[in-house]
């Protein structure tokens, strides 16, 4: 374990366009849109590999992984490994050199990216009455480049309701332990020797807001937990984090190291958009991509992203046979692709703070609780509330605010993903269908009431000057519904397009080793195939999912 990453230039604090991506318009809706970094590209260009084997059909690599996020890069690095195997790695953003991203992609006081990193999708409104924008990384390190840093894992329940032979917590716990440099921690427990960084947050490393609120919390009966990663995590504290030195350490950085992309049987081509799958008598061949070239490959992964991976099935003719013929896609496999979207929603209780009293801002991100609603079934954590400095300031009287986030973790709601067109430039229609379920509904105002139970809780209540969201005015649960029905976002964790299964399990489109069912040589691996939503955010168990894929690959 070393700390020898570099410090990362003119570290910033706090940043306008910042927290508008992850906050949005807290007192009005819409979220504002984030400005273009001065310091990124206008846009990523076609890599030299491109230009040496793109359109290139009668030459075959081996492997052809399709994005180079949370799965890919993993998928990429351990499947090189082997020096036999040629891999190339499509990624649609930017190739940027390991140590070598601008300050917008690794200052992890800034989340969510610039229009340069990400792809722009926004979702449909539902009972929710208002778009949210989706936000997913476009570049070498996926939406790892760009969230908040969180490294913690599913819980054990987590998994155990996923109820697949092989994918239980203790089959899980070596590639969990494979992907981690942490620390501290119980060597049991913990990997001290994998890629990626994980730095356990002390009370020390937070800001003084953040340390008011664990205060706070205590007061009001919960416990503190010093490793969230732990056997019993029903309390608060700070985030265990794969942040180094002021880095968000993406998986482009911890994973496709110089070493790495240095390997002869490794290609990586940035700037490559892919259109779909090509088949030959039910067996994937390659892609084409969105410019008409194609590549040949003997086996093709989809590592996307659980939007990208799932439009790039259904443009192949994998999906619902309706939906299919809608667009007049050739069906090549029926299967229920896009049809069992998973997100947590995600409620800003919102406060203008005092500022004689908050303090420093950095880091943004920095405690949460992790508890259970009333109506919480098998065990489940249902509920973060996470203290967070990513706030509008000019939408505070006082010039300085915080959130209180609340956040469903295991929600009943089902959204779907659909094609708007065959255009692989066109974003898919995504319905999160946020708050469908009544009981979501009335767990997420368990979520709020607990939130402003701790606002209201010394030594938290010591900075407030005043709630902003929902508002002295919001008193009823109607009254919050409609607060929540105006300004709620999402957590970013969307999952489960593409699930896995046996072949006979209706809702399945892959197995448990992410093979498509009924075709070969494809795959899918990154949080698509997740039978259900975690309880945490899903960046750490997304590259546990590829180690634990790439440790059984053949």
Known sequence: MNDDFPQHPARRTMLAHSAALAVGSLLGGEALAAP??????????????????????????????????????????????????????????????AWDYPHVIASSD????????????????????????????????GSSAINGAVAIRARPQDLKNWNLPGWSYDDMLPSFRRLESRDSGNAALHGHAGPLPVRQLTREDITPMQRAFVDA?????????????????????????????????????????????????????????????????????????????????????????AYGSAAILL????????????????????????QRLKDHPFYYNAYAA?????????????????????SAQNGDLDLHVTATHLFPHDQSPTKVGFVLAVALTRPLSVGSLKLASRDPGDAPVIDLNFLGEEQDRTRLLDGIKLARRIGRTAPLSDLIHSELNPGPGAATDEQILASVRSTVDTYHHPTSTAPMGASGDPHAVVDLDGRVHGVHGLRVVDASIFPDAISVATNITTIATAEHIARRYA
Request: no cysteine.
């Open 36 to 97: 273009a970094a001065a310091d990124a590209p206008p846009g990523p260009a076609p890599d030299a590999s491109r230009r040496r084997h793109a359109g290139d059909g009668k030459r075959t690599v081996d492997v052809l992984i399709v994005g180079g996020g949370s799965a890919g890069a993993v998928m990429a690095t351990r499947l090189s490994e082997k020096a036999s195997r040629n891999v190339l790695l499509l990624e649609a953003g930017h190739n940027y050199a």
């Open 110 to 141: 800034i989340v969510g990216g610039d229009a340069a990193h990400e792809w722009g999708y926004r979702t449909q409104p539902g009972y929710i009455d208002h778009p949210i924008g989706a936000l997913r990384g476009k570049v070498l390190g």
């Open 217 to 305: 919390t205590v007061a009001n009966g919960y416990r503190v937990i010093d490793d969230f990663d732990g056997p019993d995590v029903n309390g608060v504290g700070p985030y265990s984090m794969n942040i180094v030195n002021g880095v968000r350490v993406n998986t482009g950085i911890a994973y496709l190291t110089n070493d790495v992309r240095a390997r002869k049987n490794l290609r990586i081509q940035g700037g490559t958009l892919v259109d779909r799958v090509l088949f030959d008598n039910g067996r994937a061949i390659g892609v084409k991509l969105a410019n008409g070239d194609e590549i040949h490959a003997n086996e093709v992964i989809l590592s996307a992203g």
């Open 315 to 338: 443009r192949s003719g994998i999906g619902p046979g309706a939906d299919l013929r809608a667009l007049s896609i050739p069906e090549v496999a029926n299967l229920p692709v896009g």
């Open 354 to 374: 005092r500022p004689d009293k908050i303090g420093d801002q950095s880091p943004v991100i920095g405690a949460f609780l992790w508890t259970h609603s009333a």
